[in-house]
T-cell receptor
Framework: DTEVTQTPKHLVMGMTNKKSLKCEQH?????MYWYKQKAKKPPELMFV???????INESVPSRFSPECPNSSLLNLHLHALQPEDSALYLC?????????????FGPGTRLTVL | TQLLEQSPQFLSIQEGENLTVYCNSS?????LQWYRQEPGEGPVLLVT?????EVKKLKRLTFQFGDARKDSSLHITAAQPGDTGLYLC????????????FGKGTKLSVIP
């Protein structure tokens, strides 16, 4: 199984809502990532988890809260978002220790904040 | 901060033509990856190049890593409409690094 799955595919939320994005992989990868991608731009790294511990936070606003319940799951909790947070949110995973950091991406969640 | 300059930014060609996409940097990368992304989907890993001077072929796609590991190219022979998409190069700054340095992408359209 070389797949990273993400739910939901699409999400529309108001600025006062609380929602969560979910990501799952069964490749045995111990590094998992959240990226934000705006139209016609490359993905921007938000968070990295390594062995279920937060390893990198790229100065992301606190209205985004990541969680890694176990080695296969990664969540991104959303609260009080702004319209400019509308984007494609991508989850990725990779092996640790290989040195190559080959990342496998999920299909993404298209988020629209009204 | 390491940067990857990717060119061209846009490319529109007829089916059957050949093309080359370039990624250049002044910095050394321990490895470099190429991804293809279709609209509304996540990037799909095409190849990883690791050794300076390395050439890898994937059917009609040929990937090359520069001798100094600062640049890379993707050459597509006899492009087909199915090759349409956004091509991204991404460099790994150092072995064991979690971060990828992405190029800005090349949007390729192959017209039937």
């Amino acid at each position: 199984d070389t797949e990273v799955t993400q739910t939901p595919k699409h999400l529309v939320m108001g600025m006062t809502n609380k929602k969560s994005l979910k990501c799952e992989q069964h490749m045995g990868h111990r590094a998992m990532y959240w990226y934000k991608q705006k139209a016609k731009k490359p993905p921007e790294l938000m968070f990295v988890y390594s062995y279920e511990k937060l390893s990198i936070n790229e100065s992301v606003p606190s209205r985004f809260s990541p969680e890694c319940p176990n080695s296969s799951l990664l969540n991104l909790h959303l609260h009080a978002l702004q319209p400019e947070d509308s984007a494609l949110y991508l989850c990725a995973s990779s092996q640790t220790g290989s040195g190559y950091n080959e990342q496998f991406f999920g299909p993404g969640t298209r988020l629209t904040v009204l | 901060t390491q940067l990857l300059e990717q060119s061209p930014q846009f490319l529109s060609i007829q089916e059957g033509e050949n093309l080359t996409v370039y990624c250049n940097s002044s910095s050394v990368f321990s490895s470099l990856q190429w991804y293809r992304q279709e609209p509304g989907e996540g990037p799909v890993l095409l190849v990883t190049v690791v050794t300076g001077g390395e050439v890898k072929k994937l059917k009609r796609l040929t990937f090359q890593f520069g001798d100094a590991r600062k640049d890379s190219s993707l050459h597509i022979t006899a492009a087909q409409p199915g090759d349409t998409g956004l091509y991204l190069c991404a460099g790994v700054p150092g072995a064991g690094s979690y971060q990828l340095t992405f190029g800005k992408g090349t949007k390729l359209s192959v017209i039937p």
